[in-house]
């Protein structure tokens, strides 16, 4: 069965800077695709950006363009999400997921993990 695992989540001042990482384990040749997202108290979850295993550019929401980047090592069945010049607002559970397809839309994604929760303090 497929899993993936978030790991790095912490607290950290606002213009810092954190690196999250998920790991994917089991079946995961049919999800071709992870994704990273975050939940903050009382907002809806919120695409931050994925990117395809088998190769190709990261897709990143707006808001986080230019300050987050998304990286893979297919060895390890690992992907990053690197965020650089941390706002208060990106405060949040992180999440990453699995799916088959490229898109914003959280339903579409089929295996998540537990969450990582990153606070950017002001």
């Known amino acids: 069965q497929a899993q993936v695992l978030e790991s790095g989540g912490g607290l950290v001042q606002a213009g810092g800077s954190l690196r999250l990482s998920c790991v994917a384990s089991?079946?995961?040749?049919?999800?071709?695709?992870m994704g990273w997202f975050r939940q903050a108290p009382g907002k809806e979850r919120e695409f931050v950006g994925g990117?395809?295993?088998?190769?190709?550019?990261?897709d990143y929401a707006d808001s986080v363009k230019g300050r987050f980047s998304i990286s893979r090592d297919n060895a390890k069945n690992t992907v990053y999400l690197q965020m650089n010049s941390l706002k208060p607002e990106d405060t949040a559970v992180y999440y990453c997921?699995?799916?088959?397809?490229?898109?914003?839309?959280?339903?579409?994604?089929?295996?998540w993990g537990q969450g990582t929760q990153v606070t950017v303090s002001s």
């Open positions: 089991g079946r995961t040749f049919s999800s071709p695709v």
């Open positions: 997921a699995a799916g088959s397809v490229l898109t914003s839309t959280y339903k579409k994604y089929d295996v």
């Open positions: 990117i395809m295993w088998s190769g190709g550019n990261a």
